[in-house]
Each structure stands twice: as structure tokens, then as C-alpha cells.
């Protein structure tokens, strides 16, 4: 049996999702020389910053990976997303710059910041859980068109073009962004089984995307920062679940990056998220210093078993059914029982094994019989085409 590895084609895609890389890393990089040379006071735009450079380094690089191994709508937007991120980061560290240098900025940069960030955040939560699929839309084409309506209004009321008040819409992105997450999950549950892994984390970061904008239109007495902190979260899950259901079997060489990288991440939030509720629920308790003291001992009773915890869900996010050995071994076995010949027999372990690895393609080969391919690798597609030209030839003589 043979198994073969996708192809990362040098092609004009490839040279295009170097050049969204590359440009949105170069934005975050000079807003951050920018900042720095301005050195700007502590308030809500600069938790918003951090949030603008990490959209513009994390969605630049998902974006030229999914854009290099596959061709899809959703890395297209992806790199608005990181191009955005990046422009609206510039924007703010330009201004900061300029004051500290006594100059006045050029309007329309300055306004780069309340701005570039829209189209790309607000369709990466309304739009791009819609496309992450690999079956027709059917239905779901309303949710898609509704989600890019929305999107647009609210990129036309920011840029000054719709004279709409800012509060409705926002209402209506929440909205239609939990409708989004719900559908999302509903898929994850219920829809298709080679398409549910890493809905159920794209679900969750989109619901949280959504919620982060609450706090914009009702005063909940909650701290300035906890909208660019929820952004920041959405992060920790959203970008790894983008890759794995739309890569699905084109993950080859990056499991291994992607699993560590989105548990580092996840882990930070979860410790952090122990550390800030254990502190709120003491501090009013305990006499000043016996409410921190207590919630770093919570933060270092619960790394063990939150690790073991999210390390098995992470490795299901990414290695799906292949995270599960015995569940692989088990179906693999039932093909003995089941099968009616040995050619249905080796075609459905050739799939099984083809979609619980994640491979491109599976090739069995018998001894004094035809190759049984799943997938179609290139080895049976070389075969195929030379077949058709010997008959071809044949038919002419």
C-alpha cells in the first residue's frame, strides 16, 4: 500500500499567498517601529493595537497556508482580515508618531484605524463559517447573502458612506453572528462526518467574535478592555479550526505546528481565565495580597489537568478520527466481517485509512491485479491517462 502526501504547487497562487504573508507581517512590523518611536499612554486603542497586529500576523500567515495548498474562498478573506488588521494598526501608530513628532497626520491614515479592521473581522464571523464546507450550500445560501449584507452596511457606515446609526447594525452583526455560530455547530453535530472536525472550535470562536461587540452599544460595567481581550481569545481557537476544515487532508506537515501552537494558545487563555475568576471571587474574601496569592496556587493546581484535558481535544481538532487509534483499529476491523470481496474489502480500507490519517490519497497495490486507488493519486493518475492514450491510439490504427 502506498501513500502519497499533497503537492504545494509553485504556481502563481503560491507567489500570490507569499505576497499576502509577507505584506501583512510588514504592516504589523512598521506599526510596531511606529508605536514604539511614539510611545503612546496605556488606554483602549492600544489593547485594540495589539489586537490589529495580532490579526494582521496570525490571519496573514493562515491565510498564505490555506491559499498555497487550496483553492477556496475563505483564504481570500482571510487576508482582507490580516491586510486590515495591518493598515488599521499603521494607522494608529502613525498618529501616535505624529503627535509625539508635531506634525498633523493625514486624515484618511488616521482614519485607517476605526476602518480597515471592519470588512475583513466582520465577514471572518458572518461570512466565512458559511463557506467552510465542501457540499452545496442549499439552504444556507441565505445565511451567506444575509451575512455579507450585513458586513457591507457595516463597512459602508464606518468608511461614511451609509448615513445609519452605528447601533442597530452592530445588534444586527451579533446577531446574525450567533445565528452563524449556531448553524456552525449544528454542522458539527448533525452534518456531513468528513466535514465536522474543527467545526465545533469555528463555531466557538465566531460565537465569541459576536459577543466581543456587545459591550460596544451596552454599557454592561464591564473593564475597556474586554472587547480586544475576547478578540484575543476568539484567536486562540478560531485560526486552527479555519485550517483544519478547510485543508482537511492537505494538513500533512503541519499537524504537529498547529496542535502545539493552538495549545500553547488555548492553555495561556484557560490559565489566565482560572487566575482572573479565582481572583474576582476572593479578593472581596481575603485581606489585600491573600486573593492573588490564592489565585496563582488555583493557576498552579489546574496546569496538570487542564493541559491533559486540552491536549485531547486539541489533537482531535487536528488529527481528528486519527487521534483515536483504537476507534481507527476498530473500523478497520469491521471491514473483515463486513466486506462481500476482497476488492470492496481493500477499496474500504483504502478510504478508511485515507480519511483518518488525513491523506491525499491511498494506493493499494495486489500482485497480478489493478491498483485500487482512493482519491486518485498521481501514480493512478499517470496510469489513467497513459490507459486512455493506448486505447485512444489503438482506436485510430
Known amino acids: 500500500m502506498t501513500t502519497t502526501f499533497p503537492y504545494v504547487q509553485t504556481s502563481a497562487r503560491s507567489w500570490v499567498a507569499t505576497a499576502v504573508a509577507v505584506f501583512a507581517w510588514g504592516l504589523a512590523a512598521l506599526a510596531v517601529v511606529l508605536l514604539v518611536m511614539g510611545r503612546p499612554p496605556v488606554d483602549a486603542n492600544l489593547w485594540f493595537f495589539v489586537v490589529d497586529v495580532t490579526v494582521a500576523c496570525v490571519y496573514g500567515t493562515v491565510a498564505a497556508i490555506t491559499l498555497r495548498r487550496r483553492r477556496h474562498p475563505v483564504p481570500i478573506l482571510l487576508a482582507v482580515t490580516a491586510i486590515g488588521g495591518g493598515l488599521a494598526a499603521c494607522g494608529y501608530a502613525f498618529a501616535v508618531y505624529a503627535m509625539r513628532e508635531g506634525f498633523q497626520p493625514a486624515e484618511a491614515v488616521v482614519g485607517l484605524q476605526s476602518t480597515a479592521w471592519v470588512p475583513g473581522t466582520l465577514a471572518l464571523y458572518l ?119 478547510v485543508l482537511r487532508n492537505r494538513m500533512w506537515g503541519l499537524g504537529l505546528a498547529v496542535s502545539r501552537t493552538t495549545l500553547v494558545a488555548v492553555l495561556s487563555a484557560g490559565l489566565i481565565g482560572v487566575y ?118 489503438a482506436a485510430l490504427r
Open 127 to 245: 461570512v466565512v463559517p458559511w463557506l467552510v464546507r465542501d457540499h452545496p450550500l442549499g439552504w444556507a445560501w441565505v445565511g451567506l447573502v444575509v451575512g455579507g449584507v450585513v458586513t457591507a452596511v457595516f463597512t459602508a457606515t464606518n468608511f461614511g458612506w451609509l448615513d445609519i446609526a452605528a447601533t442597530p447594525i452592530v445588534w444586527a452583526s451579533v446577531v446574525v453572528g450567533l445565528v452563524t455560530a449556531g448553524e456552525t455547530e449544528w454542522r458539527h453535530l448533525r452534518g456531513p462526518v468528513e466535514e465536522r472536525n474543527g467545526l465545533g472550535w469555528l463555531a466557538l470562536g465566531t460565537a465569541i467574535l459576536a459577543i466581543s461587540f456587545i459591550p460596544l452599544v451596552v454599557d454592561l460595567g464591564v473593564p475597556f478592555w474586554t472587547t480586544p481581550i475576547l478578540h484575543l481569545l476568539s484567536q486562540t481557537v478560531f485560526p486552527a479550526a479555519v485550517l483544519v476544515a
Open 276 to 393: 482572573l475568576v479565582v481572583f474576582w471571587l476572593l479578593q472581596r474574601l481575603l485581606p489585600d495580597g491573600g486573593a492573588a496569592l490564592v489565585a496563582a496556587a488555583g493557576v498552579a493546581v489546574a496546569v496538570q489537568p487542564l493541559r491533559l484535558y486540552l491536549t485531547r481535544k486539541v489533537h482531535t481538532l487536528v488529527y481528528g478520527a486519527a487521534a483515536d487509534p483504537s476507534g481507527v483499529v476498530q473500523r478497520i476491523g469491521s471491514y473483515l466481517g463486513a466486506a462481500g470481496s476482497v476488492e470492496e474489502l481493500l477499496t474500504g480500507l483504502a478510504e478508511d485509512i485515507g480519511r483518518s490519517m488525513r491523506l491525499e490519497s491511498v494506493r493499494i497495490s495486489v500482485p497480478d491485479t489493478a491498483d485500487l486507488c482512493w482519491a486518485v493519486p498521481p501514480a493512478c493518475r499517470r496510469r489513467s491517462r497513459s490507459s486512455i492514450v493506448a486505447r485512444t491510439s
